[in-house]
């Protein structure tokens, strides 16, 4: 199994520089990388992660959304990992929701993303995929391409005010949940 890599925090240059494409993915060591960004996820409790938090500045991240003490309302899915993403189209619709980001620890914002993205990137096996995703997932998505562009959600949030602490980010959560 993967090997737990080092997370990269705010302030760190590789956050915020174009991270390269990926020309190797039949490469071992790039195959034991993706396994240890999965590893690395799942053990932080992340939805998604991208390889410049790792410092590798490789466009690769992964989505591994399932419902966790970060994100009780996640829905299930397997890790997957995306490699040399691009966005073909998007909903004009745009909403608004909670994030947070493994680099940037105890902060969450409300952060406006499309709701419905098509997307082009190579699966891990080299195949290429397209594929329409839509609301939590989408939002994943374009936060994590964010991070292979060098854009952290605090780049994306429309004013100071919508950021909370993890703390009180916490109570609120549990204050909409109680209501359901
Ligand atoms: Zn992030």
Redesign the pocket.
């Known amino acids: 199994m993967g090997k737990i890599l080092e997370i990269a925090e705010l302030g760190h240059p590789v956050l915020r520089e174009r991270a390269s494409e990926v020309e190797n993915l039949e490469d071992e060591g790039v195959q034991n990388f993706i396994d240890n960004l999965i590893a690395t996820g799942a053990e932080a409790n992340g939805v998604g992660i991208a390889a410049p938090?790792v410092y590798e500045s490789k466009r690769i991240f992964i989505i591994s959304s399932r419902p966790n003490v970060r994100y009780p309302k996640a829905p299930e899915m397997e890790p997957t990992a995306i490699i040399n993403p691009s966005i073909l189209s998007f909903s004009e619709e745009k909403e608004k929701d909670w994030e947070g980001?493994?680099?940037i620890p105890g902060i969450r914002g409300l952060v406006p993303r499309h709701r419905t993205i098509k997307v082009k990137y190579l699966a891990r096996d080299g195949k290429e995929v397209e594929r329409e995703f839509s609301d939590f997932i989408a939002r994943i998505f374009q936060?994590e391409l964010d991070?292979l562009n060098g854009i952290?959600?605090l780049d994306r949030i429309d004013s100071n005010k919508e950021l909370v602490t993890e703390k009180e980010y916490q109570k609120l959560i549990s204050r909409s949940l109680d209501n359901e």
Do not use: D
């Open positions: 938090q980001c493994l680099s936060h991070h952290v959600f």
